[in-house]
């Protein structure tokens, strides 16, 4: 005889398997939209732009192409086709990019048409904001830059930020110079939450040189790691007042490149590339190039293939062999990474070491000549076998050695890294 059916423990299993099915597919649901969620906008290629340039046709973007320059500003939609015809990226500018927007209904929607246009555009790379806003403004800019995230996550909201140098009312904060500089960055960080930092500074005097010009790149690299974004530093490449600042010569360029690599940066721009009443910039007003474009030529294929290697790594720590302005920090002298004393000859500015590894483990240093003036040969002593970088062909040599012999240029660097 065969064993009646339990419907009583049927109805219980159904009645468990509906409330299973009910709590679990919220949660796959989840599982299918966090990826959307958690996706956001990254650097990709370091990047390599400018400030102050024409508007961008085939010729000008032709010139970025040769260049080296891989981000272009774009003035409408129209010039985002010029930059995908030559494989660049767009900065784009426009009226509807301002806080206000968001409180008129009728340009929200515009902004919102906009949105949905550019972040279809395969040239496109980021929404340009504002260039150096005060204190002030944070609160209504992150509310701007929260909406562009929300609606545009793989885009960037660019932002670029005052230097050391600004004074308390331009900041909108109080204090002496790295008590006012370090609430800025601290309220920008806080209220705005950018994706990258962007900083300018400008050092070159008509006589001598800024002091604050390590102390800014010391400030802007810790507030970059303790937010958990890249940074990028805007450099002088031309003058706008000849009797106060002189225009830098490519020796002077290369030396604002290497630095700038070996605190940590993803991105550099140039100040100016062409602009009415800059002088000296990287290109004239009616397309020539000068003296600076054809050195940058090679610097920012430089700076793409040492940054591109640095990427996947954290900055360790940055250190001077001599130099002992504010925010430069001495090279300890237990490091991992040193120059042999006998080898290395004694500059008044020496050296800038930047430290970089997976983690908290040390592999890479980034060796810069701080004398732009002076070519220079040197010792890096590691604790191991060392390799060093050909940024030219993105090419790895192993010295087979602990010590490796760097030739470096007027203000240039190297990329060593202990051999794998």
Request: hydrophobic share 40%; aromatic share 12%; net charge neutral.
């Amino acid at each position: 005889m065969k064993k009646l059916i339990d419907y009583s423990a049927v109805t219980r299993f159904v009645y468990i398997l509906f409330l299973s099915l009910f709590t679990y597919t919220p949660r796959m649901w989840a599982a299918e939209t966090e990826p959307a969620a958690t996706v956001s906008w990254q650097v990709g290629t370091p990047i390599v732009t400018y400030w102050a340039g024409p508007s961008l046709t085939d010729t000008v973007a032709q010139q970025m192409v040769e260049g080296g320059f891989n981000l272009v500003w774009c003035g409408s939609e129209k010039e985002l086709d010029v930059a995908g015809r030559y494989g660049l990226r767009g900065l784009l500018t426009n009226g509807l990019l301002v806080p206000a927007s968001l409180d008129d209904p009728k340009r929200r929607e515009q902004l919102d048409a906009l949105i949905a246009r550019v972040s279809k555009h395969s040239a496109f790379y980021a929404y340009y904001l504002i260039d150096e806003p005060n204190a002030s403004q944070f609160p209504l800019l992150g509310k701007l830059v929260a909406y562009l995230r929300q609606s545009d996550p793989l885009h960037l909201a660019y932002i670029n930020l005052f230097p050391t140098y600004a004074n308390n009312k331009q900041l909108g904060t109080k204090g002496d110079v790295v008590t006012a500089y370090k609430e800025h960055l601290r309220l920008y960080i806080e209220q705005v939450k950018p994706s990258l930092i962007s900083y300018d500074h400008y050092q070159f005097r008509l006589k001598g040189d800024g002091n604050q010009y390590f102390l800014n790149l010391a400030m802007i690299r810790r507030a970059a790691q303790e937010a958990g974004v890249p940074f990028l530093n805007i450099v002088q490449a031309c003058t706008w007042a000849p009797n106060a600042m002189r225009v830098p010569n490519p020796d002077e360029l290369r030396y604002l490149v290497y630095s700038t690599l070996a605190y940590g940066a993803q991105g550099i721009s140039y100040y100016v590339y062409a602009h009415v009443n800059h002088k000296g910039s990287l290109v004239s007003l009616d397309g020539t190039p000068g003296p600076l474009y054809h050195a940058v030529k090679y610097y920012n294929r430089e700076f793409i293939a040492i940054a591109r290697e640095l990427q996947p790594l954290h900055s360790l720590g940055v250190y001077h062999t001599a130099m002992r302005e504010p925010g430069c920090e001495p090279l300890p002298i237990d490091a991992l990474f040193h120059l042999d004393s006998l080898q290395s000859p004694t500059l008044p500015r020496g050296f800038l070491l930047g430290f970089f590894g997976a983690e908290e483990k040390l592999t890479h240093a980034v060796v810069v000549n701080l004398d732009y003036t002076t070519k220079v040969n040197t010792s890096l002593v590691g604790p191991s076998e060392l390799e060093l970088f050909d940024a030219t062909t993105a090419q790895w040599t192993n010295a087979k050695k602990a010590a490796i012999e760097l030739i470096l240029p007027p203000g240039g660097g190297k990329l060593v890294r202990v051999a794998r």
